[in-house]
Nanobody
Framework: VQLQAYGGGLVQAGGSLRLSCVAS????????TGWFRQAPGKEREFLGA????????YYGDSVKGRFTVDRDDAKNTVYLQMNNLRPEDTAVYYC????????????????WGQGTQVTVSS
């Protein structure tokens, strides 16, 4: 499975940003694709994930209600819509995938894309 993430950038607090993750390979549709982030000096944090078959979604507690994960089957793409962004959302954002199903834990994702920087100014 290969993953390519797009869409990071600089945004003002209160603004919105949408990240895209394009997946390719043989078996990614057997599992889930999701998003994590990591800020300097902090652990990698789970944000959300979607299971390709059936569309079940999982969210991290810190972003529930502000971030939404969805998928476009035709484009092999998973999106992370981020609303009402805060300076503390500043981090490198990663998409990740596995071939078996949804999970909140980064150890359960064995394919990772390159990170994309999101910076939220106050």
């Amino acid at each position: 499975v290969q993953l390519q993430a797009y869409g990071g950038g600089l945004v003002q607090a209160g603004g919105s940003l949408r990240l895209s993750c394009v997946a390719s390979g043989r078996n990614f549709r057997n599992g889930a694709t999701g998003w994590f982030r990591q800020a300097p000096g902090k652990e990698r944090e789970f944000l959300g994930a979607v299971v390709w078959s059936g569309g079940s979604t999982y969210y991290g507690d810190s972003v529930k209600g502000r971030f939404t994960v969805d998928r476009d089957d035709a484009k092999n793409t998973v999106y992370l819509q981020m609303n009402n962004l805060r300076p503390e959302d500043t981090a490198v954002y990663y998409c990740a995938a596995n071939e078996w199903g949804g999970s909140y834990y980064y150890n359960d994702y064995n394919f990772w894309g390159q990170g994309t920087q999101v910076t939220v100014s106050s």
